[in-house]
């Protein structure tokens, strides 16, 4: 079964740090490979998404992502963070060809001024 | 263009009464999807509708969850009777059609608290 691991539950950076967020995937192929983000009291925003090409993937807000297949993963980078992006980020995965999310379990992120 | 609208935003319950959550999709979206976000945990799919027609509803609790979406906009998710167990936002999407991958816009969910 599919499934998705996010192994840092909580991050904290300061303002202005690169940032970099964990996502490692288990499905039999490559999937269609997702990054929302959630801040509070707001539904899940979609930042980027991979379904194959380029394994670097930009998105909004200068986030970028890499898929990497030989390791499962699809991290989630920004080089320079600001205090508005302090929110609770989501991986998540589909089947080939569908729109059925399965999500990880989330990793909230706190930065510090 | 407006987004998912959901009400309500906050609702607290006692357990074993009833509760029933709205949502509005965007216009035009053909699928609405239901999910469950507990807290610590991603959101779980619970039911999928193509126009007013489940899709998908695996993983649903049939014994007290029930959704419907009457001519094929708004939708209700009820839960009778609730547990403490169902404490958990809510979250609705639509995407526009459901054959391949379409983007899902969610709503800013329901936050229950059975007590």
């Known amino acids: 079964a599919q499934s998705v691991t996010q192994p840092d539950i909580h991050i904290t950076v300061s303002e202005g740090a690169s940032l970099e967020l964990r996502c490692n995937y288990s499905?039999?192929?490559?999937?269609?490979l997702f990054w929302y983000v959630q801040s509070p009291g707001q539904g899940l925003q979609l930042l980027l998404k991979?379904?194959?090409?380029?394994?670097l993937v930009q998105g909004i807000k200068g986030f970028e992502a890499e898929f990497k297949r030989s390791q499962s993963s699809f991290n989630l980078r920004k080089p320079s963070v600001h205090w508005s992006d302090a929110a609770e980020y989501f991986c998540?995965?589909?089947?080939?060809?569908?729109?059925?999310?399965?999500f990880g379990t989330g990793t909230r992120l706190q930065v510090f001024p | 263009e407006a987004g998912v609208a959901q009400s309500p935003r906050y609702k607290i319950i006692e357990k074993r009464q009833s509760v029933a959550f709205w949502c509005n999709p965007i216009?035009?979206?053909?699928?609405l999807y239901w999910y469950q976000q507990i807290l610590g945990q991603g959101p779980k799919l619970l039911i999928q509708?193509?126009?007013?027609?489940?899709?998908?509803d695996s993983q649903l609790p049939k014994d007290r969850f029930s959704a419907e979406r009457l001519k094929g906009v708004d939708s209700t998710l009820k839960i009778q009777p609730a547990k403490l167990e169902d404490s958990a936002v809510y979250l609705c999407?639509?995407?526009?059609?459901?054959?391949?991958?379409?983007?899902?816009?969610f709503g800013p969910g329901t936050r229950l608290t059975v007590l």
């Open positions: 999407a639509s995407s526009l059609v459901w054959e391949g991958y379409n983007e899902q816009f």
């Open positions: 499905y039999g192929a490559t999937p269609y």
């Open positions: 991979y379904f194959s090409g380029d394994t």
């Open positions: 998540a995965v589909a089947l080939y060809n569908t729109d059925k999310l399965i």
């Open positions: 216009s035009g979206h053909a699928t």
């Open positions: 509708f193509q126009n007013n027609g489940v899709v998908d």
